[in-house]
């Protein structure tokens, strides 16, 4: 069910995180591409990741 999902997300958006959420349950996964899918909203603009652009090295 979770490749199916990634799938449908990729799709859509182009290219779902995995590395990111790797430490995630699928079913926690799950949850989270369904929400985006509603939402029409990739995991960034949904607010479960963030891009740090003003990270200072």
């Known amino acids: 069910m979770l490749d199916e999902k990634i799938k449908e997300y990729d ?5 779902f995180p995995t590395m990111i959420f790797s430490g995630y349950e699928d079913d926690e996964i799950i949850k989270i591409i369904d929400d ?3 939402q029409e909203k990739d995991v960034y603009e949904a ?3 963030t891009l740090d652009d ?3 090295y």
């Open 11 to 15: 799709k859509r958006f182009g290219g």
């Open 36 to 38: 985006c899918l509603k």
């Open 47 to 49: 607010g479960y990741l």
């Open 54 to 56: 003003d990270i200072k």
